[in-house]
């Protein structure tokens, strides 16, 4: 093993206190070690292979800033193509969790991310892409018909 000396800031050294005492540890290098790890396994996570990926993203976001909640359906809408269904759950009377499923290039997937996750209000954001073929020649999306789907639609009367 190796010793290092790193410098890090109070406010950040005081949650990688908080995360020792809440998780156990019996030190810091070990938790330093353990959160080291993760932070590799995540990025190495976002590098898949291929070019093309589906991925989930997920953030917590702060339901009462001002155009926020606005300013990210429309974000999905205007990358349709990519942002596949959104999940969200009301957490309490300020936050609410959202996990979009976003599918396409990885390159563009990782922007809309990015961007997304920048959002003043936006927080805990994380991305998990995983690696999928796409049809050659095709954007991504089906491009054939779903017969039990449409038949379904036809008959649902739920208007
Ligand atoms: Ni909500």
Do not use: W
């Not at 779903?146 to 739920?158: P, Y």
């Amino acid at each position: 093993m190796e010793r290092l000396t790193i410098t890090i800031d109070d406010d950040l050294l005081g949650e990688v206190d908080a995360f020792i005492a809440q998780r156990g540890y019996a030190n810091r290098s070990e938790a330093f070690r353990d959160l080291v790890r993760s932070g590799l396994e995540q990025a190495n996570s976002e590098t898949v292979t291929g070019r093309n990926c589906i991925a989930t993203l997920s953030y917590v976001y702060d339901h009462a800033a001002r155009d926020l909640p606005k300013r990210l359906t429309q974000e999905a809408h205007e990358h349709s193509d990519l942002a596949q269904a959104t999940l969200h759950v009301h957490i309490d009377h300020g936050s609410c969790l959202e996990v979009t499923v976003l599918k396409g290039a990885r390159t563009a997937v990782k922007a809309f991310s990015d961007h997304v996750i920048a959002e003043r209000g936006v927080r805990h954001g994380q991305l998990v892409m995983m690696p999928i073929e796409l049809p050659h020649g095709h954007a991504p999306g089906h491009g054939h018909a779903h017969s039990t789907t449409a038949t379904g639609s036809k008959k649902g009367s739920r208007g």
